[in-house]
């Protein structure tokens, strides 16, 4: 078995195109492992860890692109395979988009669109997004790395055309029954969402899907829409858009907690509001202030529920309910804690969704004694030392830029999320691995599936784990919510009814509390 090496100069792929070539090379008979890598630090790391680093591919830049084969044929030979392969993939790309080669020149060829969806790399994203929008396009702008002043100037310029610019980094959006990036099929109706987190919008109206409640609209404004420097220019024109739209009769908001201003501003437009309205802002003090209209929760799903008990005229206690839910769940699986050896101490939680990372953090704040350690934390003071490697309780989001530069987005290929389950796995503090597994349009083709596989072999090593995961998803999804739940029980897998429920159930049995030491 050998380790062979070739480093592409200033080449650039797209992500989905070296994962799918890096599968076809794997398929080849002497082909043991393979990785094709933008030369990122964190690649190299993950390139090292797979014991698929050499000297050769240490000399990588960021720009450069490793091809790693671990084989056992000759080194010419498999790699040359491997650049041939990648070319046929990239060959294949071009052919099937030949036709339109520029957003100019897509608008001449249909006049009747209205939409235009960019995913290219960030350095070039800003440019393109422009000449959309100068052709009178919406945008939803899905490629992140694109700078604060280019985003700015963005949407100061749609704001003027009154056109919707959804993003950078913009991962879902529902128009016009019409799923846009990570989209669920969810149904119709008369609930509006805006939403500057992406798997926070798909996890709310999936929650509502399942209680029969449909979405008029679901705008994804960007995660620095209502940053300080932003101003919440893209929130604020969705939700007048809103207020205005016939079909919608409920609004919710939902967002990271934003800058203090912004959050004043944000009270003062819809307090007086005819509407009701839902806020959700993640782990945020309630304000002071709120209208007759205006609703104030702290998670996804908070949020889900009180939508609910509004559109239904119940007098739900959303509080009660979680508790009564949560207490059925722990009376369950709390002898689980008696298989634990004294070592296995900390949550592990790997996510595909920034969003539900955070709320995860959120709820833990409250429950669990020690900190919570992640690469996107609460606080800066609880930031991993690295990413590579996790410490105490570990809330991991394999979203973040760091990890996506160069390779798809772990909702679309699972390879780095599995390899870090093995790596926590190993680890004989780990006593519960927590996953989101996000269904829906764009994403992995058979998710749960893949990680079923991984699980039911971790499990034979390491029999003592509990894993705990919540699907975002609903039946009308391309990989079903039944099949995909089906699957991951199968794994031996505790499924939630949510992520916060998985968040939550989690904390108890490595703290060793009950739900009604919480009460």
Known sequence: MHLHTRVLRNQYHDSVVLMLAARELKENEGIIDAAYMMGTDINKDLLQQGSLLDAEGKTAGANDLIIAVKSEGEQAEVLNLAESLLSAKTNTEQQDAHQISSIRSAVHEHPEANMAVISIAGAYAAREAREALQSGLHVLLFSDNVSLKDEIALKRFAVRRNLLLMGPGAGTAIINGVGLGFANQVPRGDIGIISAAGTGLQEVSTLLAKAGLGISQAVGTGGRDLSKAVGGLMFFAALDALQSDPDTNLIILI?????????????????????????????????????????????????????????????????????????????????????????????????????????????????????????????????????????????????????????????????????????????????????????????????????????????????????????????????????????????????????????????????????????
Request: net charge negative; glycine share 4%; hydrophobic share 35%.
């Open 255 to 519: 967002s990271k907690p934003p800058d203090e201003d912004i959050v004043q501003q944000l009270i003062a437009r819809i307090q007086n509001s005819q509407k009701p309205i839902v806020l959700c802002l993640l782990g945020a003090e309630t304000p002071a202030e709120l209208g007759d209209n205006l609703h104030f929760t702290r998670t996804l799903e908070e949020c889900s529920l009180m939508a609910q008990a509004i559109h239904t005229s119940s007098n739900l206690d959303v509080t009660a309910l979680i508790k009564s839910k949560d207490k059925k769940l722990d009376e369950k699986y709390k002898l689980l804690k008696r298989d634990f050896t004294p070592e296995q101490r900390y949550i592990r939680a790997l996510f595909s969704g920034g969003t539900l990372c955070y709320e995860a953090q959120v709820i833990w704040e409250d429950l669990l004694s020690e900190r919570v350690y992640s690469n996107a934390p609460l606080k800066e003071d609880y930031r991993l030392t690295d990413s590579a490697i996790s410490q105490g309780h570990t809330a991991l989001d394999l979203g973040e830029e760091e990890f996506t530069i160069g390779r798809p987005h772990p909702m679309i290929d699972n390879e780095l999320r599995i390899q870090r389950m093995i790596q926590e796995a190993s680890d004989p503090e780990t006593a519960v691995i927590l996953l989101d597994v996000v269904l829906g349009y764009g994403a992995h083709p058979d998710p749960a599936g893949e990680l079923n596989q991984a699980i039911i072999s971790i499990r034979t090593d390491h029999p003592n784990i509990v894993w705990i995961a919540s699907v975002v998803g609903t039946e009308g999804d391309p990989q079903s919510l039944s099949q995909s739940s089906a699957a991951l029980q199968k794994a031996g897998v505790i499924l939630c009814h949510s992520n916060a429920q998985a968040a939550r159930l989690s904390a108890y049995l490595v703290e060793n509390r009950s739900v009604k030491e919480t009460l």
